[in-house]
């Protein structure tokens, strides 16, 4: 079982940056799934950012698709998310993930919700960014 351990976070003002790493242990980053889900008392887990590691693409959400970066760091076995241009909407606890990804009809998925019971999860880091 891979073990995800998180750093980084932090607060900001609105308008700044940050980075989230995360580390994967027991993984090579080999036809992996790894990225970021975010979630406060307002709103229910939703993903953020994922990268598949052996092709290298990067999704992102919607509402962080041009401000977030997620890069891989493969000599560290560590992946990074640069945050950037935050927002008060950004605040949110953050929780790195691992999976498999699924592949269909040639398009790859990463954290399909028919392998939700396989993610494994980092311990979360918090982001705060102040209006």
């Known amino acids: 079982q891979v073990q995800l351990v998180q750093s980084g976070g932090g607060s900001v003002q609105a308008g700044g940056s940050l980075n989230l790493s995360c580390a994967a242990v027991?993984?090579?980053?080999?036809?992996?799934?790894m990225g970021w889900f975010r979630q406060t008392d307002e709103k229910e887990r939703e993903g953020v950012a994922s990268l598949y590691t052996f092709g290298g693409t990067a999704f992102y959400s919607n509402s962080v698709k041009g401000r977030f970066t997620i890069s891989q760091e493969k000599g560290k076995n560590t992946v990074h998310l640069h945050m950037n241009n935050l927002e008060s909407g950004d605040t949110a606890m953050y929780y790195c993930?691992?999976?498999?990804?699924?592949?269909?009809?040639?398009?790859?998925?990463?954290?399909?919700?028919?392998?939700?019971?396989?993610?494994?999860w980092g311990q979360g880091a918090q982001v705060t960014v102040s209006s």
């Open positions: 993930a691992a999976d498999r990804p699924v592949v269909d009809g040639g398009v790859v998925v990463c954290f399909s919700p028919d392998r939700q019971g396989s993610f494994q």
């Open positions: 027991n993984n090579d980053y080999n036809r992996l799934c």
